[in-house]
């Protein structure tokens, strides 16, 4: 099953203490984005990746790392987790092509850093 | 800077009947608009697109118009069905040389299909 699966699901876990969300696709897609959704924002993208070792900040890369050094791998790393990146995380993957239309996204990453 | 607006958080439509969700957008090098549908607790996923260049597609129920004067797309729902029920995102994207797979969304618009 074509898909893009997304580990923890939920996680609470405390100021300052480094963590990873992992993200992974089964779609041999080029292209991959992880965005945040928040209550009256709509989602807004904090990284993408066009290719292996190809990343790029998008519009909230701030307090946030990513690395792609597998194609189907697309890990999102807080280094110093703050309350105010208490959010839901998407991930999402696309082939590479000219329109990009269809993003497949993952189920969501709910984090809450208190 | 919302580039991409929904500025109706919810509604609600009978069964049956016709949904009309819309979407406002300011930034004039957007070439390609989406909806995307959202259930609680999953990603979401693409319902239906448009390019600039076209002023209305079609997919079953789903109709998305397109006004580039107006700056303004909107989403019909035809018969309205309690399945539809669900958060729905417009969607827009800047294509050409600058392309780079960004998606800009709106708040979303939380649409209740009552039996």
């Known amino acids: 099953e074509a898909q893009v699966t997304q580990n923890p699901r939920y996680l609470i876990t405390v100021t300052g203490k480094k963590l990873t969300v992992t993200c992974s696709q089964n779609?041999?897609?080029?292209?991959m984005s992880w965005y945040r959704q928040d209550p009256g924002l709509g989602l807004r993208q904090i990284y993408y990746?066009?290719?292996?070792?190809?990343?790029d900040k998008g519009d909230v890369p701030e307090g946030y790392k990513v690395s792609r050094k597998e194609k189907r791998n697309f890990p999102l790393i807080l280094e110093s987790p703050s309350p105010n990146q208490t959010s839901l995380y998407f991930c999402?993957?696309?082939?590479?092509?000219?329109?990009?239309?269809?993003?497949?996204f993952g189920p969501g990453t709910r984090l809450t850093v208190l | 800077d919302q580039q991409v607006k929904q500025n109706s958080p919810s509604l609600s439509v009978q069964e049956g009947r016709i949904s009309i969700l819309n979407c406002d957008y300011t930034?004039?090098?957007?070439?390609?608009f989406l909806w995307y549908k959202k259930y609680p607790a999953e990603g979401p996923t693409f319902l239906i697109s448009?390019?600039?260049?076209?002023d209305k597609n079609e997919d079953g129920r789903f109709t998305v118009f397109l006004n580039k004067s107006a700056k303004h797309l909107s989403l019909h729902i035809v018969p309205s069905q309690p399945g539809d029920s669900a958060v729905y995102f417009c969607?827009?994207?800047?294509?050409?040389?600058?392309?780079?797979?960004?998606?800009?969304f709106g708040q979303g618009t939380t649409l209740q299909v009552k039996p």
């Open positions: 448009i390019s600039s260049i076209k």
């Open positions: 969607a827009a994207r800047t294509g050409g040389s600058s392309n780079t797979g960004k998606l800009i």
């Open positions: 930034n004039s090098m957007f070439d390609y």
């Open positions: 999402a993957s696309s082939p590479m092509s000219a329109s990009y239309n269809e993003q497949f």
């Open positions: 990746s066009m290719n292996v070792e190809v990343t």
């Open positions: 779609m041999n897609h080029e292209y």
